[in-house]
């Protein structure tokens, strides 16, 4: 059976450092974690239980206090929460009170992705990544030139499998058009606003498309996944490539006109751009076909008929037109406070209380976080769950 973990440190530490100011601002439960000489203070600054989870860090060699730059959604405090240091550069954050999809965040201290945030931004830089049970439903990057039917292929398999689909409302700064809906098709929005974001790591990836910023948010593609389903996201190819450099799993999809005429043609019919617009599309989209031909992608569909380029796309999702899938579902409850105990890679967690007994809520969840993936800004997912009653 797994070696009790200790609370990170005595509650006199905790109180020491309260002394010291830096985590005045925090109320109720907090959690302290070290790393590397620092101290991992995680906290709420309000008893409510809605409120955030925030950071200090205190770093012992200087006796300095830190408020970092956090990204990522911040988890909500709950009334308790745990804090377990799962590899050298993240923290894992159980909460109580929780359901199952809910209760398992990770605070990244030094990944790729923070150190990356910390050259561009200075200072202390902390990453909340969401954890997710399993695999969970691997997003699907749909690329390919302008007018080549990306948006009409994604629109039908939406249409038809619409429990199993979800599109990731992208933020442009390009104008809407007449029949564009802010929030259904974009969020349309500035190049001050988006730049701001983009520095603040809201943004999966984001790239300078025909003269336009356009970016996919954490938050659009979280959306999609918490409420258990499948992300499609259309995006360039630079988006596509820096979802990939970002190591985050997902299908990538090319799709090809049957010829540069006929792609041509579509993009005038369709009427929404201005003839400059057309011109400059044209011009890029020469470079994005080539670019499609290089490796990035796992498939290139060519939409020359409609119906059969999108039986296609169907057939390489693995859709049959009777199936709706789903993501599988663990459901249940984290007791209100408990215990962890760890075992190598697995982490147990019991209930404090042996009278808790309202349904829902196992006598014991063992967690296991030895195939992790993925990350901040993402997800993390791999974690393995089960729970015993
Ligand atoms: P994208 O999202 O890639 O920019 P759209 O889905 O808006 O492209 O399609 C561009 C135009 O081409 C639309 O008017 C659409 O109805 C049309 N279209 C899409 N696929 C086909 C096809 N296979 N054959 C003919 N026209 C098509
Ligand atoms: P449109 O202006 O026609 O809607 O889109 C122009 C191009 O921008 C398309 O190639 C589309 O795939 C791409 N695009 C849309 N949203 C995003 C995004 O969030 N990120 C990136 N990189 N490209 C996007």
Redesign the pocket.
């Known amino acids: 059976m797994g070696q009790e973990i200790p609370e990170s440190f005595s509650s006199s530490l905790v109180e020491e450092l309260s002394v010291c100011g830096g985590d005045a601002d925090f109320k109720g439960h907090k959690t302290v974690t070290e790393i590397s000489g620092k101290l991992y203070v995680i906290g709420a600054s309000s008893e409510d239980v809605d409120s955030p989870l925030n950071v200090r860090i205190f770093n012992k060699s200087t006796g300095i206090w830190s408020v970092p730059t956090i990204l990522g959604k911040k988890p909500k405090a709950s009334k308790f929460h745990r804090a377990v240091l799962v590899t050298d550069n993240r923290i894992l954050i159980l909460t109580g009170d929780s359901s199952a999809n809910k209760f398992a965040h990770f605070l990244e201290v030094d990944t790729n992705f923070v150190r990356e945030r910390k050259e561009l931004l200075g200072g202390e830089v902390v990453a909340w990544s969401k954890g997710s049970i399993g695999e969970g439903p691997i997003p699907i990057v749909i690329s390919?030139?302008?007018?080549?039917?990306?948006?009409?292929?994604i629109n039908k398999l939406m249409k038809d499998f619409p429990s199993t689909f979800g599109f990731s409302v992208s933020h442009t700064t390009r104008a809407p058009r007449e029949k564009e809906v802010k929030g259904v098709h974009y969020h349309f929005t500035t190049r001050e606003v988006m730049e701001t974001d983009i520095r603040e790591g809201k943004f999966l990836e984001s790239a300078l498309v025909h003269g336009n910023l356009y970016g996919t948010s954490v938050e659009a593609v979280e959306a999609v996944t918490d409420i258990g389903k499948r992300c499609i996201l259309?995006i360039d190819v630079q988006g596509a490539r820096a979802v990939r450099a970002r190591t985050i799993e997902a299908i990538f999809i090319f799709?090809r006109p049957p010829s540069f005429e006929e792609l041509e043609k579509?993009?005038r019919?369709?009427g929404t751009e201005t003839e400059e617009q057309v011109q400059k599309r044209l011009r890029n989209a020469k470079k994005e076909i080539e670019e499609g031909k290089e490796g990035l992608f796992d498939h290139v569909l060519v939409?020359?008929?409609?119906e059969s380029?999108y039986t296609n796309l169907k057939k390489l999702l693995g859709l049959d037109d009777n199936i709706q899938t789903r993501a599988a579902s663990v459901d249940f409850k984290t007791p209100s406070s408990f215990t962890i105990s760890r075992d190598a890679d697995k982490i147990f967690i019991e209930s404090q209380y042996n009278t808790e007994t309202r349904d829902g809520i196992p006598k014991r969840i063992v967690l296991d976080v030895s195939s992790l993936k993925g990350g901040a800004p993402g997800r993390t997912r791999g974690l393995a769950v089960s729970a015993e009653y």
């Open positions: 390919g030139p302008s007018g080549v039917g990306k948006g009409t292929l259309d799709i579509r993009l019919d369709r939409n020359d008929d409609l380029c």
